[in-house]
């Protein structure tokens, strides 16, 4: 489902580059665009595998399988103390570790807080729903591109891989935006008065970053690109 989509967003930005001709058959993009569409569609369109993806997280909580609600109830806890200094941590990481472990605080207490207040109901809240399936992806996402890059500077050392750092920091500094305005969305949705104001908080807090610059991090991972004419990762 998000692969769907960053497909989409590439072949939009491919046609783009064409300009006027992008829009015509004789542009080498016009095939890609058509042919990367449909994988929103089959294999059950996005929309609906976003209300699975939760609906079915959520039954294995409800089962027992999975332990949901202990985790959601220790963050909501967290939200009413003081907030506790946590270990700067150590590597070129140090900073993405810590924002995945509150990503996911965020994303508990979102939809701890949405099974809580709607019960039944939730699996026809379809909006609430999908804020949530969109803030799991972010989180899984982010996590695979730490994994994977931290994997690779294993394997070949940090200077070898400093691009990748590069496009592990920009993305989680866009995810942290991004899961701030879907939690947003979703908790405004069915929470008011102080309760919606503490889970407010909650969400700037797990979703802080510290600040980053996005525009020279793109312009590395653009210039190696340009420089070997080709998918270099
Ligand atoms: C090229 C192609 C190949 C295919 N191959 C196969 C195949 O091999 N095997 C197979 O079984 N099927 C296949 N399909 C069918 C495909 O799986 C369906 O088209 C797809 O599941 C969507 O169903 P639908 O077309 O009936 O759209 P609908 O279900 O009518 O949906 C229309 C739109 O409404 C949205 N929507 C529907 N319900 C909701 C809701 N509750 N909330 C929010 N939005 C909603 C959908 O997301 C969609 O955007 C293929 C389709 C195409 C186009």
Excluded at 28 to 55: C, H, K, Q, W
Excluded at 195 to 223: D, S, V
Aim: hydrophobic letters at 45%; aromatic letters at 8%; proline letters at 2%.
């Amino acid at each position: 489902m998000f692969g769907s989509e960053v497909i989409d967003f590439v072949v939009d930005e491919g046609l783009q580059i064409y300009g006027g001709m992008g829009f015509s058959a004789e542009a080498p993009m016009e095939r890609s665009y058509r042919d990367a569409r449909i994988n929103r569609i089959f294999e059950g369109t996005n929309e609906i595998n976003r209300m699975l993806t939760v609906d079915m997280i959520l039954k294995k909580g409800m089962k027992g399988e999975i332990d949901l609600m202990g985790p959601a109830q220790k963050v909501a806890g967290e939200l009413l103390s003081i907030p506790e200094m946590e270990d700067a941590g150590e590597g070129v990481f140090a900073n993405e570790r810590r924002y995945i472990r509150n990503f996911k605080k965020a994303g508990l207490m979102v939809a701890g807080a949405a099974v809580q207040k709607l019960m039944a109901t939730l699996s026809k809240e379809q909006e609430i729903l999908m804020n949530i399936a969109d803030i799991l992806i972010g989180i899984y996402t982010a996590e695979s591109a730490l994994l994977r890059a931290e994997k690779l500077i294993s394997l070949r050392g940090e200077e070898a891989c400093s691009l990748q750092i590069d496009m592990v920091k920009t993305y989680f500094n866009d995810m942290a935006d991004n899961i701030n305005k879907f939690g947003k969305d979703a908790i405004t949705s069915f929470a008011e008065g102080d309760e919606l104001r503490a889970m407010l908080m909650g969400l700037k807090r797990f979703t802080k970053t510290e600040p980053f610059n996005h525009k020279e991090a793109r312009k590395r991972i653009a210039a190696l690109v340009i420089e070997e004419n080709k998918y270099p990762f």
